[in-house]
């Protein structure tokens, strides 16, 4: 009861542009329409409805339907256990909405996350990079169209890749084809 | 004997930010660190990249990913069922867990959280409770082994053989358990198991006895670990902590205890919280945390309905043939129950469409799930709420104006495992 209350109080404040809430195994879900307005309507949410702790950041991608992309924010109360799901839809040609990094300092890790598997970018975020791929990588492998098996592409340069020093010296084992006699470091002159 | 709030706290917090701008005057070379993604501190493939001061940190880069499995895009490919075991390979020092969590969520989504039998549920709770003091068991080893107390590391690891021989004649694995499944488990305890727990019980409490003796009052352990990388009450809530450095920050959230599913809220347990958020007390929450976990687990020994042998045959998952295989001699002599097998083998469990979020007590923390369905045997899409991804984000925040030597007491005390965290 307590949810729906706090989802109304979100549907007073802000009107038409939230959607009237859904429930479903007893959370409310309401639904945003115009995604430039999210860090707003979160930091209202967290000021004044109470919802201090960022649960978690999702999103959906809705492949061949428009808008493409839906984010889901899951807000909680720690003191009186309330949860709301706020989501907003984003469309494909923009991929873009503002950063909610202001509000919960978690949302760093949780949106450069969101770029990295679905390629959402977010506006205000001070070090948007990829965060679980390494810097470089050219898809967004959660992404729909992405294949389970993966693209190949280019592994990143590892950090040391010059040879070791003691690689050609005199008492190194060289891997080759050639028998164990013809390998073993002791037989072989150093001009070789 | 003292408690934490008798020992005067200096500002820590405070401290930092002056050492900071003490350096600020000098006249030093700022060198870059990387440590990691191999180092023994990090528990995995942790990689931090330090910038130093002398032997002050000014900043502080964590880089996760190494282990970056696409466990997501995975999910999205297989039936609900299928990706049981790859929920053991997320925490892998508390699979049973994992498990636990994971099937719960998909029963949220199927509206039968609330219906399992409860032999199902003090089960559920007790693999769910063996798998805390045998992950704060080794967080806590680990730490005192990276701060030079490798003795504390042998007697942990002596109590975590004892959990993994547990686990293996429960589940018929040590390690990858796989052992819930979706409505209920994979089947029942096996003889003798109840008794082999009470005497483990009986035992890690006179280990956990002696590692306290080892630890908590000792001068080298709380000088080098008492307010060191203060997490403030606001900090923590900000940054999303879960689990005991949550509470170690002083915020009494416990999800066991505020959102109780299972059978949690019949049993009598506390929810240890810290004084003032540092190491130290991060390591006393996870102590108290393992006394509690054997308190929960004694009751559930006490009260398990059909007892330890389970005479009544109490059943053990939900009486619902189009969410839980048949027994297999029904499947070779009824039709029904044959369709019923063939459908869950083929398509998976049928889920209705919609969503839904069940965070889980984890040890580490609250591990989410975030599922979405379409209707039908596979997730549409789902979003793992990993703790230790979370937790590790406030690295950058409480990093900065420690000592280099500090670092892996800060991350023993944050315990943090990779598996989770790269998912």
Redo the contacts between chains.
């Keep these: 009861m307590l949810n729906l209350d706090l989802a109304n109080q979100l549907k007073a404040k802000f009107g038409d542009l939230i959607s009237e809430p859904a429930e479903?195994?007893g959370?409310i879900?309401v639904k945003l329409a115009d995604a430039e307005l999210i860090a707003e309507v979160c930091g209202f949410a967290k000021n004044k409805l109470g919802f201090?702790?960022?649960?978690?950041i999702?999103?959906?991608?809705n492949y061949g339907e428009d808008p493409r992309w839906t984010m889901?924010y899951?807000l909680r109360n720690?003191s009186t256990?309330a949860e709301l799901?706020i989501k907003t839809d984003v469309g494909e040609e923009k991929s873009e909405l503002p950063s909610v990094l202001g509000v919960?300092?978690?949302a760093?890790?949780?949106e450069r996350?969101v770029y990295d598997?679905m390629g959402i970018r977010f506006r205000g975020h001070p070090d948007l990079r990829?965060?679980?791929?390494?810097e470089g990588y050219p898809y967004f492998?959660?992404r729909k169209d992405?294949p389970?098996a993966g693209k190949p592409t280019n592994v990143p340069e590892v950090?040391f890749t010059e040879i070791t020093p003691m690689e050609g010296g005199p008492f190194v084992t060289l891997p080759s084809s050639g028998d164990a006699i013809s390998r073993e470091p002791r037989v072989r002159t150093p001009e070789e | 004997m003292a408690t934490v709030q008798d020992i005067a706290i200096p500002d820590s917090a405070a401290r930092n930010v002056q050492a900071l701008e003490d350096l600020q005057d000098m006249q030093g070379e700022k060198m870059v660190l990387n440590m990691g993604p191999s180092h023994p501190a990090t528990h995995g493939v942790l990689r931090i990249v330090l910038e130093l001061d002398g032997e002050m940190i000014t900043k502080a880069e964590p880089d996760v990913g190494f282990l970056h499995r696409g466990d997501e895009k995975i999910a999205e490919n297989m039936t609900y069922t299928q990706f049981i075991p790859y929920t053991d390979r997320l925490d892998y020092l508390a699979p049973l867990a994992s498990n636990v969590g994971y099937a719960l969520a998909v029963e949220k989504l199927l509206g039968i959280h609330d219906k399992l039998p409860l032999r199902c549920q003090h089960i559920r709770v007790m693999c769910a409770e063996l798998a805390r003091i045998s992950a704060h068991l080794l967080g806590l080893g680990a730490f005192a082994m990276d701060m030079g107390a490798v003795t504390v590391f042998l007697l942990t690891f002596t109590e975590r053989e004892k959990i993994y021989n547990l686990c293996e004649s429960l589940t018929g694995a040590r390690f990858t358990t796989s052992y819930t499944r979706i409505g209920g488990l994979s089947r029942d305890l096996p003889p003798g198991w109840v008794d082999q727990c009470r005497k483990f019980l009986a035992e890690v409490i006179i280990n956990i006895n002696e590692m306290e003796t080892l630890l908590t009052r000792n001068r080298i352990w709380v000088d080098r670990i008492r307010d060191l990388a203060v997490i403030s009450k606001e900090d923590a809530i900000s940054y999303g902590l879960s689990g005991p450095n949550l509470r170690g920050s002083g915020v009494e959230y416990d999800l066991r205890k505020n959102q109780p599913y299972l059978c949690y809220k019949d049993l009598d347990f506390d929810i240890p919280v810290g004084a003032t958020g540092d190491c130290y007390d991060r390591y006393l929450v996870r102590m108290e945390e393992m006394r509690q976990s054997v308190r929960i687990l004694h009751q559930c020994l006490d009260k398990i309905p059909g007892g330890a042998d389970n005479k009544s045959r109490e059943p053990i998952n939900v009486d619902d043939g189009k969410i839980v295989l048949p027994p297999k001699q029904k499947v070779m002599s009824s039709m029904e129950e044959l369709i019923h097998q063939f459908m869950l083998v083929t398509e998976g469990v049928n889920c209705p469409p919609g969503e839904t979020y069940f965070g889980h007590e984890n040890p580490k923390g609250e591990l989410g799930f975030y599922i979405n369905s379409k209707g039908g045997g596979v997730p549409y899409r789902m979003k793992i709420r990993s703790p230790s991804f979370v937790n590790l984000s406030i690295i950058p925040k409480i990093f900065p104006g420690c000592m280099m030597s500090d670092t892996v007491a800060i991350l023993g005390s944050l315990d943090f495992v990779m598996g989770e965290c790269d998912r």
């Design positions: 479903f195994r959370e879900t201090e702790y960022l649960v978690d999702s999103s959906l991608d889901v899951e720690l256990n799901r919960w300092a978690t760093n890790w949780h996350e598997m990829r965060i679980l791929m390494w492998p959660l992405f389970l950090a």
